[in-house]
């Protein structure tokens, strides 16, 4: 039997919050029967709504505040000032041992800020990064950064990488994955200099799988690698700029299909099959956006998204709690670390 | 009548060149009839490809070379040592006003060399950048730099924003064209300190249309401005991961309709609606990138383009030529460079 797991949830992250928060829950709860959780936020307003879902409220518990963090607020200010808040508290049990993982809606700058301030990062890790999923012709590929550091020097890149790389096998159950660095492709573009270091540093380290070199934009959906590592501008850009693409290409199927009789009726026969692309291309399958590096599982889904939406962010925290991806990660750390040929005098030299 | 257009075309640049370029040509031909056509390359390889089609024959010459620019010659080495290359002829013809165009399906690299040492950049304008067009929600959206400048300063993409505006102008002929920075989108990630200063100067700058500051990834396909402006890398990722989504939605849509039988029929019934989607993001149809900021117009095809792609790509050349794109953006930086506020300083103290 699988022993249980206990999420802390922040109920009140996220544009339609309470509501969503504890809907996602239910859609989780059914998938996921080991799931305590825990809402952090306004009892007030989530307890009336957990008294029409029985089995999810047998298996939950509330803890109070009235504080949220706004999505106005500045990082800065958040980590002052909301110190009881929803999302911070979920944090703090997280940190205490009370709950494994957090998932929140809410505000991405304040959540990042605060979890890098409660949880800490990992030994051997500068700056967290954010990674998820992308669909590929191959099946999944996981990219970082997302948008949590906007400049990078190599030894971001490569600790990026070491945790991408961890990510992978934990999660998505690779054992040997495919890793590269995202960088413009033609000959004469050689892209910056921090890729050519990052990339030299990586040809050097040992890590389970094979280091790809450099891959460009199309081979992050093609699925050349298993691991995409960017820093968090370009991530974030190719990110919405994926997100956007495909929104686009749905407007103008539908608008294929509203274009003739023949058309609709066609579409009417392909209906079932119409359903399960339109599922397969659905953002909220990938909702759940992972800050990785971190003391702790920190799980941040899109604001906007809707309990469907929640529910994934949930089974992305549920996924890195069971695999130890945080273990693996702590492991690869240390072992890169010991494979570095110039700490033991950096070392000795402190 | 409209007057008669010539275009230097660089026979021998591409992966099926000089047969894609001949027949690029002749499906160009029935599109403009008012042009002609110089193709530089290998007579004997060329010359047989003209004589089955005779109305192109008529509206063409070709001027022979042997050498020609290969896709691993450096940009450098491509300088000094093609100038007797096609793609070299080329651009020297139209230095010269014997051509009022050159498209080359070669080295982009080895292109953009040779142009700017060929045609030199306008007055105003320190970098050229790569240009094109995306398919949005609304319409056509232009994206610059797509490669040619992997670093930019704030003063780049300033100059990039003129160039783009101007192209948005006359070719795509938008009076009053919206225009844009690409950036981060979440409040906490502020982007590169360059966006700011570049987003400070446009604020100030008085050009046609509006300013709208920064956008985001998802914005480009949204159409939310005319005119989107980036650095090298960024667009190149951009252009490239949105490339990559829509090959990997056309793929699942294909899977989608090979899943069922009622969805096979309803596909046949769909046909001629789903061959126009087809032809809607068919990547052929964006093809011609356009070297922005020369004194000459250049136009580079897809390397591994066909016919009806080369076709395409002479297309953007022959607007662009017709539309007087270049004397619109000469006379915006002679406007921007009257209006920049330590311009008359700078000049007395030279």
Known sequence: MTERLTLALDAMGGDHAPAMVVRGAEIARTRYPQVDFIFFGRESEISPLLDRMKKLKAVSRIVHTDEAVSSDDRPSVALRNRRSS?????????????????????????????????????????????????????????????????????????????????????????????????????????????????????????????????????????????????????????????????????????????????????????RPAMRKLLKRVDPRRYNGAVFLGLNGITVKSHGGTDALGFAHAIGVAVDLARNGCLETMGRDFKAVDRSTPDEPAQAAAV
Chains 1, 2 share one sequence.
């Open 86 to 270: 929803s999302m911070r508290m979920a944090l703090d049990s997280v940190k205490e041992g009370a709950a494994k993982a957090t998932i929140s809606a809410g505000n991405t700058g304040a959540l990042m800020a605060m979890a890098k301030f409660v949880l800490k990062t990992l030994p051997g890790v500068d700056r967290p990064a954010i990674a998820s999923f992308f669909p590929t012709l191959r099946g999944e590929t996981v990219m970082l950064d997302l948008g949590a550091n906007v400049q990078c020097d190599a030894r971001n890149l490569v600790q990026f990488t070491v945790m991408g790389n961890a990510f992978a096998r934990s999660v998505l159950g690779i054992k040997e994955p495919t890793y590269g660095l995202l960088n413009v492709g033609s000959e004469e573009l050689k892209g910056h200099e921090i890729l050519h270091e990052a990339r030299q540093e990586l040809s050097g380290l040992n890590l389970p799988g094979r280091f790809h070199g450099f891959v460009e934009g199309d081979d992050i959906t093609k699925g050349t690698v298993d691991v995409v590592v960017t820093d968090g501008f370009t991530g974030n850009v190719a990110l919405k700029t994926a997100e956007g693409t495909a929104k686009l290409y749905t407007e103008f199927l539908r608008g294929t299909f509203r274009s003739s009789l023949l058309a609709s009726i066609g579409y009417l026969l392909a």
